[in-house]
Each structure stands twice: as C-alpha cells, then as structure tokens.
C-alpha cells in the first residue's frame, strides 16, 4: 500500500486557508482552486523523488515517475484557471 504524507495535506490546507483570507483572492472566482490544483501538483512532483516507482510502471523516461508526469497537466490546468479567473475579474472591473 501507498505510505500517506500527512504534513503534505496539512502545508497545503494552511496555505489555501491564508490564501482564502485575503480580499484579493476571495473576490477573484476560481484562483482558490487553480491555487489547490497548483499547489497539490508541487507537493505531489516532489514527493515522486522519495517514493519507491510502481512496480508495473517503474520509471519513466528522463528517470521521472507517473505520479511525477501527471502532475504536470494538473498544474497547468490549474495555471490555466488561475489566469482564466483573473481575465474574468479585470472583465468585470472595467
């Protein structure tokens, strides 16, 4: 079985929790979300280096692991809301 990393899950609540409480952030639908989706796929990237690879997969090439290579369209969908949500609220501001 999978070994869990509870700090991961914490660091990343505490930081949308701050994030959340700033006006900014809270007045622009969707940057929470692309924040979390960012945020999970960082933490995920980096805790691939420490975890053993999946037996059936193994590494990837460039040495890199699944869990690493689908962390990387989650982080960009969530770069692609963040700058989506601040389009829409420079729309509505004008």
């Known amino acids: 079985p999978e070994r869990q990393h509870p700090l991961e899950g914490a660091v990343l609540f505490g930081l949308l929790f701050l994030l ?3 006006d900014i952030i809270a007045q622009r639908s969707g940057v929470l979300t692309a924040a979390f989706l960012m945020g999970y796929a960082v933490f995920r990237f980096c805790i691939e280096w420490v975890r053993e690879p ?28 963040c700058l989506w949500a601040v389009k829409q609220a420079k729309k509505t501001v004008n």
């Open 20 to 22: 959340s409480r700033r």
């Open 54 to 81: 999946d037996m059936q997969i193994g590494l990837l090439p460039m040495g890199i692991t699944m869990g690493q290579l689908l962390s990387v369209p989650m982080f960009l969908l969530g770069l692609g809301l």
